[in-house]
């Protein structure tokens, strides 16, 4: 198995456009929840992609649930973000989420598209 079959894991994303203009209120808020309902798994992270589906930062769901309404998900999200790529073995993306302690970890294409 590759890292390609950790697709599954991915979690709920915001355009960076979204995230640049708007701030945190119950729509995004309720977003998560219809999602981890609909899906039946957790969400532990909220990624923020750019144009081409970049991946370009991350914010813990705890953070957005913290966050008040007039914080601008940009302002709170992370840039340094740890991933592996789709042809990786299923072994190495598990010593990636061992070594730094990850409960998931994106799977990005080529200039880091998701």
Same mark, same amino acid.
């Given at each position: @198995?590759? *890292?390609? =079959?950790?697709?599954?894991?991915?979690?709920?994303?915001?355009?960076?456009?979204? =995230?640049?203009? *708007? $701030? &945190?209120?119950? =729509?995004?808020?309720?977003?998560?929840? *219809?999602?981890? /309902?609909?899906?039946?798994?957790?969400?532990?992270?909220?990624? &923020?992609?750019?144009?081409? /589906?970049?991946?370009?930062?991350?914010?813990?769901?705890?953070?957005?649930?913290? =966050? $008040?309404?007039?914080?601008? #998900?940009?302002?709170?999200?992370?840039?340094?973000?740890?991933? #592996?790529?789709?042809? /990786?073995?299923?072994? /190495? &993306?598990?010593?990636? @989420? *061992?070594?730094?302690?990850?409960?998931?970890?994106?799977?990005?294409?080529?200039?880091?598209?998701?």
């Amino acid at each position: @198995m590759t *890292a390609r =079959a950790w697709n599954a894991q991915l979690e709920w994303y915001i355009h960076e456009k979204i =995230a640049r203009e *708007a $701030g &945190v209120d119950a =729509a995004a808020i309720e977003a998560i929840r *219809a999602h981890t /309902e609909t899906a039946n798994e957790t969400v532990y992270n909220v990624y &923020v992609l750019g144009p081409g /589906e970049k991946l370009v930062g991350a914010v813990p769901v705890t953070d957005l649930l913290l =966050a $008040g309404r007039s914080v601008q #998900v940009a302002s709170i999200q992370t840039e340094t973000i740890r991933t #592996v790529r789709p042809e /990786e073995d299923q072994e /190495e &993306v598990a010593k990636v @989420m *061992a070594k730094y302690d990850l409960n998931v970890v994106p799977v990005v294409g080529d200039e880091g598209g998701f």
